[in-house]
């Protein structure tokens, strides 16, 4: 141990902050690099979304070049309708296209250290479906943020402020990072006027989307979200969380003293008042942080599942149910994949995203 030169507190001999005043010091030693199992499995994750299916999910047959098999002549499911990502064991999400929508405009992207509990990101786009290529820039939107998040660990000095500020700065440069991968997906669209979409319609309404992402750092959860998309924290034992706030109408509605039940079911209850893309007014995404320190799930999800749930607790009381039917059913992929089955039970309406991470702290 030495000793600051501005404070005179006691420092360690490979630290470059002072943690009591924040002076920068010349360590002595070498710190050492993170574990290899700490460093997060990203975009190798990432599969390849388009296309159709080869195989037809019906009969088996083959499916022709025009996408509809050439035995039954039944319509190939697209790659996109429905996709899993789990990077590992204790992280999982499911996305799909729902039952009324003819695309999927949602999009996941996720990363996760191999150690349970030790560093992931969860992320989650919406895309508008009133604008041009919405599918295309959530997707965009969802891996570029998680690139982001991913391959920085910056850690601020040391301190839990610093650590949170640090997290919190991710989360901005993540969120410009989402809106510049949908800003190119509007310039892409303006290069090629095709008969389905005109350089007048994206002009009009260019591409856009939701935004939320979660960043779990050991015991340190932070969350970012812009427009509707949502992230809860659902402990085993005790009060479930809404981490999020919707930028929204609905949520105008609430806050001016309307009922949830009341705002989030009328005639403008979806419209949203922040998003990312060319025409959105801001999109520096509201943070929460909370410390994780008691065993329980955290979800990431669209509107496709919490319009059917709204309430923390009511969405909490689904998982507890879901997860309770079997011990498999209690593990992140699976309980995943319950969780937009039950949204697609009643009436997938929408698309529907959800992201889970198991945390077990200890």
């Given at each position: 141990m030495t000793s600051c030169p501005s404070c005179h507190a006691a420092v360690g001999e490979s630290e470059e902050y002072c943690e009591a005043c924040g002076a920068d010091l010349s360590?002595?030693?070498?710190?050492?690099?993170?574990?290899?199992?700490?460093?997060?499995?990203?975009?190798?994750?990432?599969?390849?979304?388009?296309?159709?299916?080869?195989?037809?999910?019906?009969?088996?047959?083959?499916?022709?070049?025009?996408?509809?098999?050439?035995?039954?002549?039944?319509?190939?499911?697209?790659?996109?309708?429905?996709?899993?990502?789990?990077?590992?064991?204790?992280?999982?999400?499911?996305?799909?296209?729902?039952?009324?929508?003819?695309?999927?405009?949602?999009?996941?992207?996720l990363a996760a250290?191999?150690?349970?509990?030790?560093?992931?990101?969860?992320?989650?786009?919406?895309?508008?479906?009133?604008?041009?290529?919405?599918?295309?820039?959530?997707?965009?939107?969802?891996?570029?943020?998680?690139?982001?998040?991913?391959?920085?660990?910056s850690r601020g000095i040391g301190t839990a402020v610093s650590l949170i500020a640090a997290i919190v700065a991710r989360l901005g440069a993540a969120a410009d990072a989402a809106n510049e991968a949908v800003l190119e997906v509007t310039r892409n669209a303006r290069r090629v006027d095709t008969p389905d979409v005109a350089a007048a319609d994206v002009s009009l309404s260019p591409a856009s989307c939701t935004f939320v992402a979660a960043v779990v750092e050991e015991d340190?959860?932070?969350?970012?979200?812009?427009?509707?998309?949502r992230a809860y924290w659902v402990p085993d034992v005790g009060d479930a969380t809404a981490l999020t706030l919707d930028d929204s109408f609905a949520q105008m509605q609430i806050a001016a003293g309307v009922l949830r039940t009341e705002a989030e079911s009328g005639p403008q209850s979806h419209a949203i008042t922040r998003w990312l893309g060319e025409d959105a007014p801001d999109h520096k995404p509201t943070t929460a942080t909370m410390t994780l320190a008691d065993p329980g799930w955290l979800l990431v999800c669209s509107d496709g599942l919490w319009n059917y749930c709204s309430a923390a607790q009511d969405l909490a009381d689904l998982v507890y149910?879901?997860?309770?039917?079997?011990?498999?059913?209690?593990?992140?992929?699976?309980?995943?994949?319950?969780?937009?089955?039950?949204a697609k039970a009643q009436g997938g309406q929408d698309n529907i995203s959800a992201a889970l991470a198991r945390i077990q702290p200890g």
């Open positions: 360590p002595t030693v070498t710190a050492p690099g993170p574990a290899p199992a700490e460093a997060m499995d990203t975009a190798a994750t990432d599969i390849d979304l388009t296309g159709t299916a080869s195989t037809c999910p019906a009969c088996g047959g083959e499916v022709a070049t025009d996408g509809y098999c050439g035995t039954c002549g039944a319509r190939a499911p697209k790659h996109r309708d429905h996709f899993s990502e789990q990077p590992a064991p204790w992280v999982a999400a499911v996305c799909d296209r729902g039952l009324r929508h003819t695309r999927n405009e949602d999009a996941v992207a250290g191999a150690v349970p509990g030790s560093h992931a990101v969860l992320v989650v786009c919406d895309g508008v479906s009133s604008s041009v290529d919405s599918d295309l820039a959530s997707l965009a939107a969802a891996r570029a943020a998680r690139d982001v998040l991913a391959s920085s660990h340190l959860l932070v969350v970012g979200s812009v427009g509707d998309s149910k879901t997860s309770a039917t079997s011990p498999a059913a209690a593990e992140p992929l699976a309980l995943a994949e319950a969780l937009v089955s039950w």
